[in-house]
Protein backbone atom coordinates (compact mmCIF):
# COMPACT_ATOMS: atom_id res chain seq x y z
CA UNK A 1 0.00 0.00 0.00
CA UNK A 2 0.56 3.80 0.14
CA UNK A 3 1.29 6.16 -2.72
CA UNK A 4 3.31 5.34 -6.05
CA UNK A 5 0.67 2.96 -6.64
CA UNK A 6 1.09 3.15 -10.35
CA UNK A 7 4.96 2.78 -10.57
CA UNK A 8 4.26 -0.62 -8.38
CA UNK A 9 1.49 -2.05 -11.05
CA UNK A 10 3.77 -0.82 -14.16
CA UNK A 11 6.83 -2.99 -12.39
CA UNK A 12 4.51 -5.67 -11.88
CA UNK A 13 5.57 -8.17 -14.69
CA UNK A 14 9.44 -6.95 -14.46
CA UNK A 15 9.57 -8.17 -10.77
CA UNK A 16 7.61 -11.65 -10.97
CA UNK A 17 9.87 -12.54 -14.17
CA UNK A 18 13.28 -11.37 -12.45
CA UNK A 19 12.27 -12.27 -9.20
CA UNK A 20 14.21 -16.07 -9.07
CA UNK A 21 17.13 -14.46 -10.11
CA UNK A 22 17.14 -11.45 -8.00
CA UNK A 23 16.57 -13.77 -4.88
CA UNK A 24 19.82 -15.76 -5.69
CA UNK A 25 21.99 -12.34 -6.77
CA UNK A 26 20.81 -11.10 -3.22
CA UNK A 27 21.29 -14.15 -0.91
CA UNK A 28 23.92 -11.75 0.86
CA UNK A 29 21.25 -9.35 2.17
CA UNK A 30 18.53 -12.15 3.47
CA UNK A 31 17.96 -11.90 7.25
CA UNK A 32 18.36 -15.22 9.15
CA UNK A 33 15.12 -17.92 7.94
CA UNK A 34 12.39 -17.46 9.93
CA UNK A 35 10.56 -15.10 11.85
CA UNK A 36 10.97 -14.07 15.50
CA UNK A 37 10.39 -13.69 18.16
CA UNK A 38 7.71 -16.84 18.36
CA UNK A 39 4.21 -15.64 17.24
CA UNK A 40 5.43 -12.91 14.67
CA UNK A 41 5.06 -14.14 10.87
CA UNK A 42 6.08 -12.68 7.54
CA UNK A 43 3.90 -11.86 5.28
CA UNK A 44 2.45 -9.79 2.29
CA UNK A 45 -0.28 -7.71 0.93
CA UNK A 46 -1.69 -5.61 -2.16
CA UNK A 47 0.14 -6.41 -5.40
CA UNK A 48 1.76 -9.73 -5.96
CA UNK A 49 5.38 -11.44 -4.67
CA UNK A 50 7.41 -13.81 -5.97
CA UNK A 51 6.01 -16.72 -3.72
CA UNK A 52 7.12 -19.84 -5.31
CA UNK A 53 7.86 -23.66 -4.93
CA UNK A 54 5.11 -25.96 -3.05
CA UNK A 55 3.08 -25.89 0.07
CA UNK A 56 4.10 -25.31 2.79
CA UNK A 57 5.18 -22.09 0.89
CA UNK A 58 8.45 -19.64 2.25
CA UNK A 59 8.63 -16.00 2.22
CA UNK A 60 10.90 -14.23 -0.61
CA UNK A 61 14.19 -13.02 0.42
CA UNK A 62 14.12 -14.03 4.16
CA UNK A 63 13.29 -17.51 4.23
CA UNK A 64 10.71 -18.92 7.21
CA UNK A 65 7.46 -19.61 6.57
CA UNK A 66 4.92 -17.33 4.42
CA UNK A 67 2.93 -16.28 7.49
CA UNK A 68 -0.18 -14.41 5.83
CA UNK A 69 -1.26 -11.85 3.04
CA UNK A 70 -3.61 -9.10 3.12
CA UNK A 71 -5.33 -7.97 -0.33
CA UNK A 72 -7.11 -4.75 -1.17
CA UNK A 73 -10.61 -6.50 -1.70
CA UNK A 74 -12.15 -2.76 -2.60
CA UNK A 75 -11.26 0.60 -3.22
CA UNK A 76 -14.18 3.84 -3.09
CA UNK A 77 -12.72 5.02 -6.62
CA UNK A 78 -12.93 2.13 -8.54
CA UNK A 79 -16.35 1.46 -6.93
CA UNK A 80 -17.49 4.75 -7.96
CA UNK A 81 -16.06 4.65 -11.97
CA UNK A 82 -13.77 7.53 -11.20
CA UNK A 83 -11.20 6.58 -14.01
CA UNK A 84 -7.99 8.28 -12.84
CA UNK A 85 -4.56 6.74 -11.30
CA UNK A 86 -6.71 4.96 -8.28
CA UNK A 87 -9.34 2.88 -10.60
CA UNK A 88 -7.52 -0.33 -9.10
CA UNK A 89 -7.80 -3.67 -7.31
CA UNK A 90 -4.86 -4.57 -5.49
CA UNK A 91 -5.11 -8.01 -5.31
CA UNK A 92 -3.03 -11.60 -5.51
CA UNK A 93 -5.67 -14.19 -5.59
CA UNK A 94 -2.15 -16.53 -6.12
CA UNK A 95 -1.01 -15.12 -2.62
CA UNK A 96 -4.05 -15.55 -0.80
CA UNK A 97 -4.35 -18.98 -2.17
CA UNK A 98 -0.47 -19.51 -0.50
CA UNK A 99 -1.45 -17.93 2.62
CA UNK A 100 -4.65 -19.56 3.02
CA UNK A 101 -3.22 -23.12 2.46
CA UNK A 102 -0.42 -22.60 4.93
CA UNK A 103 -2.64 -21.47 7.17
CA UNK A 104 -4.92 -24.01 6.78
CA UNK A 105 -3.50 -27.11 6.29
CA UNK A 106 0.22 -25.98 8.06
CA UNK A 107 -1.42 -24.11 10.86
CA UNK A 108 1.46 -21.67 9.85
CA UNK A 109 0.71 -17.79 9.99
CA UNK A 110 -2.95 -16.45 10.16
CA UNK A 111 -3.97 -16.87 6.59
CA UNK A 112 -5.33 -14.29 4.28
CA UNK A 113 -7.26 -11.09 5.03
CA UNK A 114 -8.86 -7.93 3.43
CA UNK A 115 -8.27 -4.40 3.33
CA UNK A 116 -10.71 -1.38 2.01
CA UNK A 117 -8.82 1.82 0.61
CA UNK A 118 -11.62 4.14 1.93
CA UNK A 119 -12.48 7.57 1.03
CA UNK A 120 -12.89 10.32 3.27
CA UNK A 121 -16.04 12.75 2.83
CA UNK A 122 -14.44 15.03 0.46
CA UNK A 123 -15.27 12.11 -2.24
CA UNK A 124 -18.82 11.55 -0.88
CA UNK A 125 -21.37 11.87 -3.67
CA UNK A 126 -23.76 13.34 -1.28
CA UNK A 127 -21.40 15.37 0.95
CA UNK A 128 -23.21 17.86 2.61
CA UNK A 129 -20.50 18.69 5.40
CA UNK A 130 -22.10 16.91 8.36
CA UNK A 131 -21.17 14.48 10.51
CA UNK A 132 -24.59 12.53 10.11
CA UNK A 133 -23.71 12.08 6.28
CA UNK A 134 -19.80 11.16 6.65
CA UNK A 135 -20.96 8.48 8.84
CA UNK A 136 -23.82 7.21 6.54
CA UNK A 137 -20.94 7.64 3.70
CA UNK A 138 -18.59 5.10 6.04
CA UNK A 139 -21.85 3.00 6.10
CA UNK A 140 -21.93 2.62 2.55
CA UNK A 141 -18.36 1.84 2.27
CA UNK A 142 -18.60 -1.27 4.93
CA UNK A 143 -21.54 -2.17 3.11
CA UNK A 144 -19.49 -2.70 -0.10
CA UNK A 145 -16.54 -4.16 1.44
CA UNK A 146 -18.35 -6.76 3.22
CA UNK A 147 -20.49 -7.10 -0.18
CA UNK A 148 -16.90 -7.98 -1.72
CA UNK A 149 -15.22 -9.90 1.23
CA UNK A 150 -18.43 -12.54 1.07
CA UNK A 151 -17.13 -13.39 -2.35
CA UNK A 152 -14.15 -15.33 -0.95
CA UNK A 153 -12.53 -17.02 2.37
CA UNK A 154 -10.95 -14.88 4.79
CA UNK A 155 -9.15 -16.24 7.70
CA UNK A 156 -7.94 -13.24 9.39
CA UNK A 157 -10.83 -11.75 11.23
CA UNK A 158 -10.31 -8.05 10.97
CA UNK A 159 -11.43 -5.99 8.20
CA UNK A 160 -8.58 -3.01 7.76
CA UNK A 161 -9.97 0.46 6.99
CA UNK A 162 -7.03 1.68 4.76
CA UNK A 163 -6.98 5.64 5.80
CA UNK A 164 -3.92 7.24 4.15
CA UNK A 165 -3.07 10.32 1.81
CA UNK A 166 -1.93 8.42 -1.87
CA UNK A 167 -1.07 11.52 -3.65
CA UNK A 168 -2.65 10.39 -6.82
CA UNK A 169 -5.41 11.35 -8.50
CA UNK A 170 -8.24 11.86 -9.14
CA UNK A 171 -8.16 12.93 -5.15
CA UNK A 172 -4.69 12.92 -4.14
CA UNK A 173 -6.24 13.22 -0.36
CA UNK A 174 -8.66 10.53 -0.91
CA UNK A 175 -11.21 13.01 0.27
CA UNK A 176 -9.78 13.32 4.14
CA UNK A 177 -8.74 17.01 3.65
CA UNK A 178 -10.16 18.72 0.45
CA UNK A 179 -13.71 18.69 -0.60
CA UNK A 180 -14.29 17.88 -4.14
CA UNK A 181 -16.82 18.77 -6.80
CA UNK A 182 -17.24 15.40 -7.48
CA UNK A 183 -16.01 12.19 -6.47
CA UNK A 184 -14.24 11.86 -9.86
CA UNK A 185 -13.52 15.27 -11.02
CA UNK A 186 -10.34 15.94 -9.32
CA UNK A 187 -11.51 19.42 -8.72
CA UNK A 188 -10.76 20.69 -5.06
CA UNK A 189 -14.53 22.66 -4.04
CA UNK A 190 -13.28 23.32 -0.39
CA UNK A 191 -10.07 22.69 1.18
CA UNK A 192 -9.74 21.58 4.84
CA UNK A 193 -12.27 18.89 6.37
CA UNK A 194 -12.95 19.56 10.10
CA UNK A 195 -11.88 16.46 12.21
CA UNK A 196 -15.36 15.32 13.87
CA UNK A 197 -16.64 14.60 10.23
CA UNK A 198 -13.28 12.64 8.96
CA UNK A 199 -14.26 10.76 12.06
CA UNK A 200 -17.14 10.32 11.63
CA UNK A 201 -17.00 8.40 8.53
CA UNK A 202 -14.42 6.43 9.95
CA UNK A 203 -16.84 5.64 12.99
CA UNK A 204 -19.60 4.83 10.32
CA UNK A 205 -17.75 2.58 8.66
CA UNK A 206 -16.45 0.78 11.86
CA UNK A 207 -19.68 0.45 13.20
CA UNK A 208 -21.29 -0.79 10.07
CA UNK A 209 -18.75 -3.83 10.06
CA UNK A 210 -19.41 -4.37 14.00
CA UNK A 211 -23.28 -4.48 13.70
CA UNK A 212 -23.15 -6.80 10.14
CA UNK A 213 -20.40 -9.24 10.92
CA UNK A 214 -18.33 -11.00 13.03
CA UNK A 215 -15.19 -9.36 11.81
CA UNK A 216 -13.34 -7.42 13.94
CA UNK A 217 -12.14 -3.02 12.90
CA UNK A 218 -8.38 -2.35 11.72
CA UNK A 219 -7.14 1.10 10.86
CA UNK A 220 -3.45 0.48 8.45
CA UNK A 221 -2.31 4.55 8.50
CA UNK A 222 0.79 5.93 9.91
CA UNK A 223 1.37 8.81 12.82
CA UNK A 224 2.04 11.47 10.34
CA UNK A 225 -1.17 11.03 7.90
CA UNK A 226 -3.42 10.25 11.00
CA UNK A 227 -2.38 13.46 13.12
CA UNK A 228 -2.84 15.16 9.63
CA UNK A 229 -6.37 14.08 9.14
CA UNK A 230 -7.65 13.78 12.44
CA UNK A 231 -5.53 16.65 14.04
CA UNK A 232 -4.60 15.39 18.17
CA UNK A 233 -7.67 15.88 19.87
CA UNK A 234 -10.71 13.50 20.69
CA UNK A 235 -11.21 12.82 16.78
CA UNK A 236 -7.87 11.05 16.35
CA UNK A 237 -7.92 8.75 19.88
CA UNK A 238 -8.68 5.15 18.88
CA UNK A 239 -7.37 3.00 21.84
CA UNK A 240 -9.12 -0.03 21.20
CA UNK A 241 -9.02 -0.16 17.56
CA UNK A 242 -6.50 -3.01 15.91
CA UNK A 243 -3.54 -1.14 14.16
CA UNK A 244 -1.90 -1.92 11.23
CA UNK A 245 1.69 1.13 10.20
CA UNK A 246 4.23 1.22 7.83
CA UNK A 247 6.43 3.23 9.49
CA UNK A 248 9.50 3.53 9.33
CA UNK A 249 10.70 1.46 6.25
CA UNK A 250 13.63 -0.14 4.80
CA UNK A 251 14.73 -1.52 1.42
CA UNK A 252 17.64 -4.21 2.82
CA UNK A 253 16.25 -7.10 3.40
CA UNK A 254 19.40 -7.76 5.81
CA UNK A 255 17.77 -5.10 8.15
CA UNK A 256 14.64 -7.39 8.78
CA UNK A 257 12.66 -6.54 12.00
CA UNK A 258 12.70 -9.15 15.04
CA UNK A 259 9.81 -8.18 16.70
CA UNK A 260 8.45 -4.35 16.78
CA UNK A 261 12.08 -3.04 15.57
CA UNK A 262 14.19 -3.17 12.74
CA UNK A 263 18.36 -4.58 13.18
CA UNK A 264 18.89 -0.84 12.89
CA UNK A 265 17.00 0.21 16.04
CA UNK A 266 14.16 1.93 14.29
CA UNK A 267 10.83 0.97 15.91
CA UNK A 268 7.44 0.56 14.26
CA UNK A 269 5.51 3.80 14.93
CA UNK A 270 1.78 3.16 16.10
CA UNK A 271 -0.89 6.01 16.03
CA UNK A 272 -4.21 7.31 17.54
CA UNK A 273 -2.59 7.29 20.72
CA UNK A 274 -1.01 3.34 20.56
CA UNK A 275 2.71 2.14 20.87
CA UNK A 276 3.54 -1.50 19.87
CA UNK A 277 2.97 -2.48 23.50
CA UNK A 278 -0.75 -2.03 23.37
CA UNK A 279 -2.76 -5.33 22.19
CA UNK A 280 -4.34 -3.59 19.50
CA UNK A 281 -0.90 -3.44 17.81
CA UNK A 282 -0.98 -6.24 14.94
CA UNK A 283 0.84 -5.23 11.65
CA UNK A 284 3.75 -3.15 10.60
CA UNK A 285 4.97 -2.99 6.82
CA UNK A 286 8.34 -2.59 7.08
CA UNK A 287 9.41 -2.63 3.50
CA UNK A 288 8.43 -1.92 -0.07
CA UNK A 289 5.60 0.47 0.55
CA UNK A 290 5.76 4.20 -1.61
CA UNK A 291 8.65 5.56 -1.78
CA UNK A 292 11.16 2.93 -1.10
CA UNK A 293 10.31 0.39 -3.21
CA UNK A 294 12.12 -2.73 -2.94
CA UNK A 295 11.65 -4.28 -6.04
CA UNK A 296 9.69 -7.06 -5.03
CA UNK A 297 6.55 -5.66 -2.87
CA UNK A 298 5.36 -4.96 0.61
CA UNK A 299 6.72 -6.97 3.28
CA UNK A 300 5.04 -7.50 6.70
CA UNK A 301 5.57 -7.99 10.06
CA UNK A 302 2.39 -9.99 11.68
CA UNK A 303 1.88 -10.41 15.58
CA UNK A 304 -0.29 -13.71 15.69
CA UNK A 305 -0.05 -13.25 19.76
CA UNK A 306 -2.17 -10.57 19.94
CA UNK A 307 -4.91 -12.09 17.54
CA UNK A 308 -4.67 -15.47 16.16
Known amino acids: MRRIWLALAACLTLVLASGAAATASNAAEQAPAGDAP ?24 LGGAYGGYIGMTGNWAYWLGCRGQEHFIAFSAANAAQAHTDFVTYHRGIGDGAYWFMGGPGVDPHYN ?33 DIELPGIGPAPDNGWNSVYTSPCSGVVRTRGVPAAVDRA ?4 FASYVAAHSGYKIGVY ?5 WTSIFGTGSAASIPNTYEWTYEPETTN ?24 SSKYALMWQWSGGGGVSNGVGDFDQIDSNRLG
Open 221 to 225: SSAGV
Open 38 to 61: PGFWWGSDSWPIPVSGSAPYSMPR
Open 129 to 161: GTAAEASAWGARQAARALADIANGHFDYPVVWA
Open 253 to 276: FGNAPTGWCLKSGGCAQFFGGQTS
Open 201 to 204: DFNG
